[in-house]
């Protein structure tokens, strides 16, 4: 598609890195996504707008909002928002390095990094825990169903909406755990990735199964592990062509629904929350006609 900022379909790529910045001033503004948008090619580089940065430029994205923050028993899920997200994918880190610096340089003084993680692909797309990570995600058209925006007018058709956390693992805590019991929070066995029935029903893949809601709720996971001294987790990312099928999945998650929450939470939990509008692409380049700009 050719509206679509197309890493966002693509395949994970071997290392990224996830950039997030705050607001620090408004008063050149329209000039900073402007000089930014000159080096979205969509497919390398990827970014997102916060409410934030909409509200600053006097606009409005129908169902871009702020994350939800959820607290129920033992379960913190926080809300952190901030008013960029820059996604920058690599075979190179050297590449990676220097496209960030040069980000953070052209952003400024409009935008101040926050913070900045650096991902990778992990043995095939397996999550830290030995997991496989996204198998369930929808394919091919399906794929665009779900994660892009459709039928909603120039400047919004082919643009997304995308939920991003940070989840540091507990890996003292995992290796404790029997095979048995890391199957049970997952509800698949690691040796072959195959689901089981007498998993219980906090086990992940029921928590999350997209179309046992209703209506269904699939999302395109795109989450990466990350790992930074001897702490590690996953960058968790989904996109959706809104965020309910995301709220719907995290409120059973929590537990709000039905008093079970995911077994995940056993040994992981997210640091931070956040939402973003990924614009579409028009003719190559970054279309931010939906902010007049």
């Not at 990094?113 to 030995?130: A, P, W």
Request: glycine fraction near 8%; proline fraction near 5%.
């Amino acid at each position: 598609m050719e509206t679509v900022q197309l890493g966002i379909l693509a395949s994970l790529p071997p290392l990224s890195r996830f950039l997030t910045f705050s607001l620090s001033s408004t008063d050149e503004i329209r000039n900073s996504i402007r000089e930014i948008s000159t080096m979205v090619d969509g497919e390398n580089l990827v970014i997102g707008l916060g409410l934030s940065t909409v509200r600053a430029l006097g606009k409005n994205i129908e169902g871009l909002k702020l994350f939800p923050a959820i607290s129920t028993k033992g379960i913190d899920i926080p809300s952190t928002p901030v008013a960029l997200w820059c996604w920058i994918r690599s075979e190179d880190r050297g590449e990676i390095f220097h496209q960030s610096r040069l980000l953070e340089t052209l952003l400024a003084p409009t935008f101040v990094l926050d913070d900045c993680i650096d991902s990778f692909t992990f043995d095939e797309n397996r999550d830290l825990s030995g997991y496989e990570d996204g198998t369930e995600n929808p394919q091919d058209e399906d794929a665009i169903k779900a994660a892009i925006v459709q039928q909603q007018g120039d400047g919004l058709d082919g643009s997304s909406f995308v939920a991003v956390q940070k989840w540091l693992h507990d890996f003292t805590t995992f290796d404790d755990m029997s095979p048995h019991a890391q199957d049970d929070c997952f509800g698949r066995h690691a040796s072959d990735n195959e689901e089981y029935d007498e998993a219980p029903e906090s086990a992940h893949v029921k928590r999350t199964a997209q179309e046992s809601f209703m209506p269904e709720a699939f999302i395109l996971r795109r989450s990466m592990p990350w790992a930074d001294g001897m702490d590690g987790g996953l960058n968790f990312l989904a996109f959706g062509n809104s965020f309910d099928a995301f709220e719907a999945i995290l409120n059973r998650m929590s537990g709000n629904e039905d008093g079970i929450p995911d077994a995940l939470f056993s040994f992981t939990r997210p640091l931070t929350g956040s939402y973003f509008w990924c614009p579409p692409m028009k003719n190559g380049a970054l279309d931010l006609s939906a902010l007049d700009l």
